[in-house]
Structure formats: C-alpha cells, structure tokens
C-alpha cells in the first residue's frame, strides 16, 4: 500500500499544494515553519479522519479561510482508494472513500494503516494516563473493529453512569438498581477491553525489546509492562465495593478508563531517570513495535511517517534506524528534516528509490 498523489487546499498553511510520491522513500526538507509536518499531518489526517497534531478542526484550516479539503490517492491491493476529508466551518467533517461518504468515521479506522513517530511523541513519556490508553487503544483498532466498537459503548456508558451520579447527588436521592444495570454494562465491554490488551502488550513487549535493542546497541534495561484494577479483581466487584467513594466524587473511580503503561528503564521511571536520547530511543522502538504488530495483523504494509527522527539523537542511532528501515519490511516512507544534505545521505545508504521534496 502507499500514496501516490496528495492535494491540499486551505489546510494549515497551504492555500493550494499538490505532490506526487515515490512509492518507497519521499523526504521533504526545509527550514522550520515551512510546513514539512503539515504535510505529514495531511496524510495522517486521511488515514484517520483527524489531525495528528491538532483534533480542533477548526484549527487546521488556513487563516482567513472557512474550509479545508485534503484529497489522496492511494494504492491498495492493486486497486486505486480515492480518499477525500473535506471540513467547513459550522459543518460537520466529511470523510469520503471513492465517491461514498462514511457514515461514521469509524469505520474507516484500520482502512489505510499509518504509523508516525514525532517529536510530540514524548507526550507518551510527559503526560497522563489518557494518553498512553489512547496510544494502545489507537493499535488496537487499527487492527481490531471489534475492538474499537467496544470501547466506543463502554466510554458511553461511562458518561451514563457519570450523570446518573451526578443526578442522585443533585437530587438527593440514590436508586441502586438502575446503577446496577450500568455496573453490569461496564463490566461485561470492559472485561473484554482488558483481555484485549493484555493480549495486546503480551504481543508487544518482544517485538519493542527488540527495536530498542538495535537503535541503542547498548546493554539498557528497558521496560514495558500494563497497570489495570482489574489485574486486581472482578470489575463488577470493584465497581461495587467503591460506590460509596464514586457517590462522593461523583464519577466512576474504578474501570479500564484508569488503565496505564508504566515505561521503566534500569527498574527506574525512564520519565524521570532516562536521558533525552534514551527516551527518544525507547519512543521510537515503541512505534516501531507499533508497525510491526500493526503489519502482523491488518496483513497490509503500514504507511511510515517519520516527522524530525533525527533530532537529539546522535549519529550512531541514527544509523542503526536507517539500518532497520533498510529491508523489504517496510512499504511507504516518509522523512522531514532540516537539512537537506543529512537526509540524502541518510536515504542513499538504503538502495531504494526515493524524491526529495524542497519546501
């Protein structure tokens, strides 16, 4: 699978840009601010149906402008998927595949696998929980619409459970039997969710060992595990051994919407412990992991969108990621950097067709 043709119009700092791609490495180089990442932004915008960077729609059209439309052309199976995501202000965003408009945006999720590793990625490492849940739920899906299906009826019934507590507090009033029909609801979605990514990170941790151990060459003891209540107990059980505590909080305290990954390095939080290279290192075999799990079971070549890789990292493990792209494991790829010299020589080492984008 990979993109052929890309058109832009009225998207971040584009009024109108069309590029056609080699199907194997397209680098686009220039100076910050120019819009290397935009562009990028734009194919992981079609794949998934939002900004990578930016989920506010309204933030990515062009300044003084009311609407976007990105529009591509991949090619898939030996078949040609026309993609359209078009957004006006005061309209609800379109999705189109061939001329049709999804329904709901979800069932494109997994459609056209893509997998980027940016910079912004360290929010992985910085931020809260909600962030690392929404990274294993996002692989997930890619491969699994079952998956997503359920966690879209579990994060629904959450909020309805949420509001009922907020009710019987505002009321002052309290009806054990309706809470009962939500605990049950959110135990059976969320015991499958948690299987689910039991399995999933089971899968995972060989595969990033691995990764992190060719980029790093070095003997660091790296780490990956997953947190739940529910390695704890039986959902149902916690969700009614804390109702007291969710009626004074007034929401649910307990659930697989509490979930998290734990990153460690040497048995220390690489947050805290980890220097900029190592966790940029330990980042970048994460999403690497990422594609080789999401090529394992969608059986399609994900898209590889590699934004700034090679900042903060020094040239031996830049070398040892350029070794690992070097194969047939890998289908579409593109690189945006500062210097075009770096770059070409970079690519050149890995015998495959490439274009070079200036912007």
């Known amino acids: 699978m990979f993109l052929r043709h890309l058109s832009l119009v009225n998207y971040k700092n584009f009024d109108s840009k069309t590029l056609e791609f080699d199907p194997v490495i397209n680098c686009l180089v ?70 049709k408009a999804y329904e ?4 494109h999720i997994g459609f ?20 690392r849940r929404k990274f294993m739920d996002g692989v997930i899906s890619q491969s699994d619409k079952a998956y997503l299906q359920t966690l879209i009826k579990y994060n629904k019934v959450l909020v309805q459970r949420n509001s009922l507590l907020k009710y019987f507090v505002a009321n002052h009033t309290f009806d054990p039997n309706t809470l009962a029909i939500y ?44 947190e739940s209540q529910l390695s704890e107990g039986n959902l149902l059980n916690l969700l009614e051994r804390s109702i007291d505590k969710d009626r004074a909080l007034q929401y649910t305290s307990v659930g697989i919407h509490k979930d998290d990954l734990n990153f460690m390095i040497g048995g220390h939080p690489i947050k805290k412990f980890g220097s900029q290279g190592q966790q940029k290192s330990f980042l970048i075999a994460l999403k690497l992991a990422q594609f080789h799990f999401i090529k394992e079971q969608a059986s399609t070549t994900p898209i590889l969108l590699l934004d700034d890789i090679f900042d903060k990292l020094d040239e031996n493990r830049v070398s040892h990621i350029v070794g690992l792209v070097k194969d047939d494991n890998f289908g579409q790829i593109f690189i945006s950097d500062t210097h075009a010299e770096r770059t070409e020589n970079v690519v050149k080492t890995i015998h495959q067709s490439y274009k070079i984008f200036t912007l």
């Open 112 to 131: 056209l696998p893509l997998v980027i590793i940016s910079p912004s990625d360290r929010d992985l490492i910085l931020e809260g929980s909600e962030t």
């Open 183 to 226: 605990n049950e609801q959110l135990h059976n979605l969320g015991t499958e969710i948690h299987k689910k990514r039991v399995d999933f990170i089971d899968s995972l941790i060989p595969i990033f060992q691995k990764q992190y151990a060719h980029i790093s060459e070095k003997d660091e003891q790296i780490t990956l595990s997953y």
């Open 30 to 99: 220039g100076d910050n601010g120019v819009g290397k990442t935009n562009i990028l932004d734009a194919i992981y915008h079609l794949c998934f149906g939002k900004s990578y960077f930016n989920p506010v729609a309204t933030q990515n059209i062009k300044h003084d402008t009311d609407f976007f439309v990105v529009d591509g052309e991949f090619e898939k199976e030996g078949r040609t998927e026309k993609i359209i995501c078009s957004f006006k202000k005061g309209s609800k965003k379109i999705i189109k595949r061939n001329g």
């Open 104 to 107: 709901k945006f979800s069932e």
